[in-house]
């Protein structure tokens, strides 16, 4: 009678075991089933294109002197048809060149950042331009003749970037890697 119970009661354990696993092996199938969505939904990313090019009024110094200064306005055109966000970075090509002169001031609708680019203050519609980042550059009066001369020539240059203009501001920090 003994063995009967034990037998009897092996068996339950083994139905209450068989059931619950049906049960989890069920839930689980089940939950799947929730978690799943059997609508489509399309995303479409169309890739936009801007070119851009620098144009700039230049006239360089005829008889560059200490205190005197001369025209140089760069401008960023956007050739494309997608507006943009514009940036420039503006480089001397010599530390001594850059040391002879007074430092650059930026044009009203462009401003310095602290990662070394002045950036436009507007998005840049399709076939239009920019403002001139500056419109001159002068030499200081407190260098010699002599310093100017060894300085010069030196180039200064301008490098521009653009993104589309649905991606805003927040472009910037990814292609800068932040």
């Not at 997608?82 to 930026?106: D, W, Y």
């Not at 840049?124 to 030499?139: D, H, K, N, Y």
Request: aromatic share 8%; proline share 6%.
């Amino acid at each position: 009678m003994k063995d009967n119970r034990c037998l009897r009661l092996s068996l339950i354990r083994m139905a209450v075991c068989l059931l619950l696993a049906g049960l989890w092996a069920g839930g689980i199938r089940g939950s799947g089933a929730y978690l799943t969505d059997a609508k489509e939904k399309e995303n479409i990313l169309l890739p936009t294109c801007t070119r851009i090019h620098i144009d700039e009024n230049f006239e360089p110094p005829l008889d560059p002197s200490p205190g005197s200064w001369f025209v140089k306005e760069p401008r960023i055109v956007n050739d494309s048809d997608t507006a943009c966000h514009v940036r420039a970075r503006i480089c001397f090509s010599t530390l001594e060149g850059e040391n002879c002169c007074v430092p650059l001031e930026l044009n009203d609708d462009w401003t310095w950042a602290d990662d070394g680019y002045c950036y436009y203050d507007r998005p840049l519609e399709g076939g239009e331009s920019t403002s001139p980042v500056f419109s001159r550059v002068a030499f200081r009066e407190d260098i010699s003749a002599e310093e100017l001369g060894a300085a010069l020539p030196f180039e200064i240059c301008v490098y521009a970037e653009a993104a589309a203009s649905s991606q805003g501001e927040t472009v910037w920090p990814r292609m800068d890697g932040r």
